[in-house]
Nanobody
Framework: QAQLVESGGGLVQPGGSLRLSCVAT????????MKWYRQAPGNQRELVAA???????TYADSVKGRFTISRDNAKNTLYLQMNSLTPEDTAVYYC?????????WGQGTQVTVSS
C-alpha cells in the first residue's frame, strides 16, 4: 500500500495561489492514477482533479481554468497548482493513488482562503 504525504496548504487571500505537493512512497509511481480530492466542513469529499499514468487530466467544473494537476514520476510527486482561489476552495485537500482496484490516501492538507 502506498504512503502519501501532502504539503503546501495554508492561509491565502482570495485571488491568491497555492501549490500543493504529494510525495508518494510507491515502488511504481508512474503506473498509478493520481487524484486530488477535497472536503469542506459539512460536505462530502469531492474529486478535484485526476491525472492518469499517461498524463491525461480531468477536473471538476468548479476548478477548471484555475487549477492544474501535474506529476513528476522521477520524484514520485503529485502537484496541484491552484490559482484565483476563492473562499469556496477552503477545504482539506487529500492526495489519492489508485491502481488495480487498490486505493491509498494521504492525511490531507488544510487550505483556507480568507481575507
Amino acid at each position: 500500500q502506498a504512503q502519501l504525504v501532502e504539503s503546501g496548504g495554508g492561509l491565502v487571500q482570495p485571488g491568491g495561489s497555492l501549490r500543493l505537493s504529494c510525495v508518494a512512497t510507491i515502488k511504481w509511481f508512474s503506473v498509478f492514477t493520481m487524484k486530488w480530492y477535497r472536503q469542506a466542513p459539512g460536505n462530502q469529499r469531492e474529486l478535484v482533479a485526476a491525472i492518469s499514468r499517461l498524463g491525461s487530466t480531468t477536473y471538476a467544473d468548479s476548478v477548471k481554468g484555475r487549477f492544474t494537476i501535474s506529476r513528476d514520476n522521477a520524484k514520485n510527486t503529485l502537484y496541484l497548482q491552484m490559482n484565483s482561489l476563492t473562499p469556496e476552495d477552503t477545504a482539506v485537500y487529500y492526495c489519492n493513488a489508485e491502481h488495480s482496484g487498490a486505493s491509498s490516501w494521504g492525511q490531507g492538507t488544510q487550505v483556507t482562503v480568507s481575507s
